[in-house]
């Protein structure tokens, strides 16, 4: 199966960006909590985006542990109704995000004035000229098959 890069090649471009820049890494899952936080209408509790996301309570307080750490999110008690605790959206989170916009903008601007190729993925299956590690034994090249 052929696909186009453009979208991986985008992505990879921004993370790398990010993980070169001054601003924290954040897992997978911790930017999926911010951007749901950020970008989802409120309020938000632990259980609203801990089903949102299809994960448990426990790790969405992880993440929001992490994000709390770096300021990038808070936790305060809903007034109306005590037993929930509601998540805060801080400067220093809309200051992060404002920075990884640029990041994916610069990437789609990079991306966009590279010639589309194509890709192909296979499960298993040795690339056809093996790279020699230069130890005297050849180093398999394996490629992932994208799923359909």
Same mark, same amino acid.
């Not at 985008?10 to 993370?15: C, D």
């Not at 070169?20 to 954040?26: A, I, K, T, W």
């Not at 990041?103 to 690339?127: Q, T, Y």
């Given at each position: 199966?052929?696909? @186009?890069? @453009? !979208?991986?090649?985008?992505?990879?471009? *921004?993370?790398?960006?990010?993980?070169?820049?001054?601003?924290?890494? $954040?897992?997978?899952? =911790?930017?999926?909590?911010?951007? !749901?936080? &950020?970008?989802?209408?409120?309020?938000? #509790?632990?259980? +609203?985006?801990?089903?949102?996301?299809?994960?448990?309570?426990?790790?969405?307080?992880?993440?929001?542990?992490?994000?709390?750490?770096? +300021? &990038? %999110?808070?936790?305060?008690?809903?007034? $109306?109704?005590? /037993?929930?605790?509601?998540? @805060? /959206? #801080? %400067? !220093?989170?809309?200051?992060?995000?404002? @920075?990884?916009?640029?990041?994916?903008?610069?990437?789609?601007?990079?991306?966009?004035? $590279?010639?589309?190729?194509?890709?192909?993925? *296979?499960?298993?299956?040795?690339?056809?000229?093996?790279?020699?590690?230069?130890?005297? =034994?050849?180093? !398999?090249?394996?490629?992932?098959?994208? %799923?359909?």
């Amino acid at each position: 199966m052929a696909i @186009q890069v @453009q !979208s991986l090649e985008m992505w990879r471009h *921004a993370l790398v960006a990010s993980v070169r820049g001054e601003s924290p890494d $954040l897992s997978a899952r =911790q930017m999926a909590l911010m951007l !749901s936080v &950020y970008l989802g209408e409120g309020p938000h #509790t632990v259980r +609203g985006l801990a089903k949102i996301l299809r994960i448990s309570k426990p790790a969405v307080s992880r993440a929001l542990d992490r994000l709390g750490e770096l +300021g &990038y %999110a808070r936790r305060e008690r809903d007034d $109306l109704d005590r /037993r929930n605790v509601l998540v @805060q /959206r #801080t %400067a !220093s989170g809309s200051d992060f995000l404002i @920075q990884f916009s640029r990041m994916i903008d610069e990437a789609k601007d990079h991306v966009g004035s $590279l010639p589309p190729r194509l890709v192909e993925f *296979a499960i298993n299956k040795p690339a056809e000229a093996p790279v020699s590690s230069g130890f005297d =034994q050849p180093k !398999s090249a394996w490629v992932v098959e994208a %799923a359909e």
